[in-house]
């Protein structure tokens, strides 16, 4: 068994070293083969807090072989749904792909992750409130081939909105 230490960065073992499991180290309770449901448990703690716990989720995920986008999306939906949504607009679309994805496959809306209940958004991943509202392409679907992605397609100047009253 490697340890887990070895892997990580400085910065990283000095952040996972505030983290402990009674009176060990994170490192040491993996290695004593703690009992799987409580690492979940820990897990899923650990992911509702800022930054989804950092490198301790991550250590966590990492030993359980868990993917911590499909944990996070299984157990906080909603949050993952804004999680998704923040990681788009700064520009890190496979973080807000694999979140959406995980939602839309835990049947959750990709947008808002409410529950999918009809079968048409469960086919789209988005729910019917979000599907009028949300801009399609900016979500990962299976339509998005027959959108135009060109921006200069939207929002034309000199519209007869503008020229209004
Ligand atoms: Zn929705």
Redesign the pocket.
């Given at each position: 068994m490697t340890s887990i230490s070895a892997n990580l960065k400085g910065t990283e073992a000095t952040e996972l070293a505030r983290w402990h499991h009674g009176e060990q180290s994170i490192p040491e309770w993996l290695a004593s083969g703690p009992d799987r449901e409580r690492v979940v448990e820990a897990l899923v703690r650990v992911l509702d807090r800022p930054g989804l716990g950092g490198v301790f989720a991550r250590v966590l995920a990492s030993w359980l072989e868990l993917d911590i986008d499909q944990v996070y999306a299984s157990h906080y939906p909603r949050k993952a749904?804004w999680l998704a949504r923040e990681c788009r607009e700064r520009g890190e679309n496979p973080h807000a792909e694999n979140l959406q994805a995980a939602l839309v496959a835990l049947m959750f809306?990709?947008?808002?992750?409410?529950p999918l209940t009809d079968p048409l958004s469960a086919d789209r991943g988005?729910?019917p409130?979000?599907w009028p509202r949300i801009d399609p392409a900016a979500i990962e679907c299976r339509s998005s081939q027959q959108l135009s992605l060109d921006p200069r397609d939207r929002a034309r100047p000199g519209s007869q909105a503008a020229r209004a009253r």
């Open positions: 749904a809306c990709a947008n808002c992750g409410r988005i729910g409130d979000c």
